[in-house]
């Protein structure tokens, strides 16, 4: 049982254009929803978040939207980057388990010159 | 400030053995989680130490256990390894179990069960 979906496993970007990830939950139940960036080799490192009180929250090129009717919410980056070229993970968690996030199988983003 | 340390970084064991891998945490950081990384699976939550006492647990079975200690240093075993437990075992330290948004994690320690 997925709980947090994301439904492409890759995402190709020319450098400059802009990048929208996607995320898609079942759980009515989260109250919390975080991305996290990862390169090979590495552990996930945190990129943006966004309470279920908001609907936006900007972070200089990285800006989460949510949208609790749908359960859908996206990362969108731009301008986007070579380096930004990484495996992004959407994560979720309910109240009082602020630790225990339920993450989705990830997107991996190339951003192309 | 050192960041999460895991070790070892990769292991190799063989079905039915047993396993134990190793995280200390951030300086000041209280609160450890564990998650199993697999190939198409994502990151999967398998539990939650703070002040020594597990506070949350996920969906896994009882041969996957940890402890706390009182430095915070967590460790997690895996008895009776199978197959499919081969994967990529993170841990993650926050000052505390309410902030996700602090929560670091370690390089992981990849563990391969043949």
Request: proline fraction near 5%; aromatic fraction near 12%; include cysteine.
């Amino acid at each position: 049982d997925q709980q947090v979906k994301q439904n492409s496993p890759s995402l190709s970007v020319q450098e400059g254009r802009i990048s929208i990830l996607n995320c898609d939950y079942t759980n009515s139940m989260f109250d919390y929803f975080l991305w996290y960036k990862k390169y090979p080799a590495e552990g996930p490192t945190f990129l943006i978040s966004i309470s279920s009180i908001k609907d936006k929250n900007e972070d200089g090129r990285f800006t989460v939207f949510l949208n609790k009717s749908a359960k859908h919410l996206s990362l969108h980056i731009v301008p986007s980057q070579p380096g930004d070229s990484a495996v992004y993970f959407c994560a979720a968690s309910g109240a009082g388990t602020a630790s225990k996030l339920t993450f989705g199988t990830g997107t991996r983003l190339q951003v192309t010159l | 400030k050192a960041g999460v340390t895991q070790t070892p970084r990769y292991l190799i064991k063989t079905r039915g053995q047993q396993v134990t891998l190793s995280c200390s945490p951030i300086s000041g950081h209280r609160s450890v989680s564990w998650y199993q990384q697999t190939p198409g699976q994502g990151l999967q939550f398998l539990f939650e130490y703070f002040s020594e006492t597990q506070r949350n647990k996920g969906n896994f079975p009882g041969r996957f256990s940890g402890r706390q200690f009182s430095n915070s240093r967590s460790e997690m075993n895996v008895s009776t390894l199978e197959l499919g437990d081969s994967a990529l075992y993170l841990c993650a330290s926050s000052p505390n179990p309410t902030s996700s948004e602090k929560l670091f994690f370690g390089s992981g320690t990849q563990l391969s069960v043949l």
